[in-house]
């Protein structure tokens, strides 16, 4: 298959820096920009695709919020763990208060 689309490694990383379970959820809405045989799309199409895609998403979103448990498995949740290298007593108060809600748990 083929696909163009924008990627979001960048709020992945950010993600999992953050210590935060990330997933991405990408639906297309037309193909006429690449597939030259493809019929040219019209801004209602669009729309109307867009608006299918939005129901879909929330289907998405709510089966997963309901079948997702507490556990991380992919250990997400712990990051960060062995990743500080940063003597705590070097930093700055100031820092660790801006930081304390991704930091927090290790750093004091």
Same mark, same amino acid.
């Given at each position: 298959?083929? #696909? ?36 040219? #799309? ?47 007593? #070097? ?18």
């Amino acid at each position: 298959a083929s #696909v163009i689309g924008m990627t979001n490694l960048n709020e992945a990383k950010l993600a999992r820096e953050a210590e935060i379970c990330y997933v991405t959820i990408a639906l297309s809405t037309d193909y006429d920009c690449w597939y030259e045989e493809e019929e040219a #799309v019209t801004t209602a199409a669009i729309l109307e695709i867009i608006h299918k895609n939005v129901e879909m998403s929330q289907k998405i979103i709510k089966e997963a919020v309901r079948t997702i448990g507490d556990d991380c498995p992919c250990g997400c949740q712990t990051m960060l763990a062995n990743t500080i290298m940063t003597d705590p007593a #070097v930093i700055p108060h100031t820092i660790k208060s801006e930081l304390a809600p991704i930091i927090g748990k290790y750093i004091k």
